[in-house]
């Protein structure tokens, strides 16, 4: 296989790519993991793409203009199964630079969280308690962009992907022996079960801490400017916080400034909004003030929701109880989340379908009914 010069575990040719996707397009399964910068942008730039084999690791940089076309392939091979660590970010970009996520996905994060460890659990001391192996992780805040890339950047991703089928291999055999396999690979396919919501701008002021919060009618401002926001924010490639942070826009939903001038004394004068931008929020505040519609929110009917504490304490009992008994964390098996879902809509609630709806799931539902 063909390496560069400077680094034997970097790719940087068409040629060197191809090679190393002969290596591995054999085998059923790879480990994954990506490398990128979104510190300035709203959209992730993706700079390397690192995959490993029992027999092969290697960075892929995705700065070269090459064709990746048999990577993807590989990567979305349904039969190949891909092992990430906690692998939302890494579908996330999946998805936005193929409009699909990958299948067959096994997050050992989810895998070590079923096993008992938090459900946080990083990679580095998972590999430590499991393989007895020490990675450096120093260069986690790296920028990615930068070329060339130095031996320690290099070395940092290669060892964040190089052990991970030797790990998917240790954790099968206890998740077998635990009969939690198939609870791995569930969890793992529904990491991101609708993700053209989570890049859906009409989603997106489900994200705005302090909303719930608002008056019906302050909320229905608040979810236009949320809209505007994101879309402006795709628009222009920069973080929604630095295009119109969350405060500034929950004071405008309250206030409602009708001049360039009010918009200012709130703290809306960042570098990145110009002044047409700002006549657009004014423009949003108008429009809702002359034509607000009475109907509720999606906001406000979650708001409505309260249910018996009595209730709550004895769900927590319940999922507390049975967590003990998996050994594995309350939250893992049900969080507070799932609680409130299964009240709000049991039919969708996700303790109420798959491993859980056995596990936990009926039970709960027994509580409710003898409420």
């Not at 962009?145 to 790990?167: F, M, N, T």
């Not at 004014?282 to 009917?301: M, P």
């Not at 008994?325 to 809509?345: F, G, M, R």
Request: aromatic content about 6%; charged content about 25%.
């Amino acid at each position: 296989m063909k390496k560069t010069k400077n680094s034997p575990n970097l790719l940087v040719t068409q040629e060197s790519i191809n090679s190393f996707v002969s290596s591995v397009s054999n085998t059923d399964r790879i480990g994954v993991d990506t490398e990128f910068i979104r510190t300035k942008t709203f959209f992730p730039k993706l700079c390397l793409l690192q995959i490993s084999s029992e027999q092969h690791s290697t960075c892929i940089d995705l700065l070269k203009k090459n064709d990746l076309t048999l990577i993807w392939k590989e990567i979305f091979n349904p039969s190949k199964l891909k092992i990430l660590h906690s692998a939302r970010q890494d579908l996330e970009i999946f998805y936005l630079i193929n409009k699909k996520i990958p299948p067959n996905i096994f997050d050992t994060q989810i895998a070590a969280s079923l096993l008992g460890y938090s459900s946080q659990v990083g990679i580095k001391q998972l590999l430590e308690q499991e393989l007895n192996i020490e990675i450096n992780k120093t260069e986690t805040r790296s920028d990615w962009s930068k070329r060339p890339l130095d031996a320690k950047q290099i070395q940092y991703a290669i060892e964040d992907v190089k052990h991970l089928v030797s790990l998917h291999s240790v954790l099968r055999k206890k998740l077998i022996d635990e009969g939690r396999y198939d609870w791995v690979l569930e969890d793992s396919s529904k990491i991101m079960s609708n993700p053209e919501d989570f890049f859906n701008p009409n989603q997106s002021w489900k994200r705005i801490s302090g909303i719930k919060n608002l008056s019906p009618k302050n909320q229905n401002l608040a979810v236009k400017l949320a809209i505007w926001r994101e879309k402006k924010a795709m628009e222009i490639d920069l973080p929604r916080q630095w295009t119109l942070n969350d405060q500034a826009l929950i004071k405008i939903a309250k206030t409602k400034p009708n001049s360039l001038d009010q918009l200012n004394k709130l703290g809306v004068k960042t570098r990145n909004l110009e002044v047409m931008h700002h006549e657009q929020i004014l423009k949003i505040i108008r429009q809702d003030l002359n034509g607000a519609k009475k109907s509720k929110t999606l906001v406000q009917k979650k708001r409505k929701l309260h249910p018996d504490p009595n209730l709550l304490k004895n769900f927590s009992k319940c999922i507390n109880a049975k967590a003990l008994e998996l050994n594995i964390p309350s939250d893992v098996l049900a969080s507070k989340k799932d609680c409130l879902s299964l009240l709000q809509d049991t039919n969708n609630s996700r303790l109420l379908n798959g491993w859980r709806k056995k596990v936990i799931g009926v039970k709960l539902v027994k509580l409710l009914s003898n409420d």
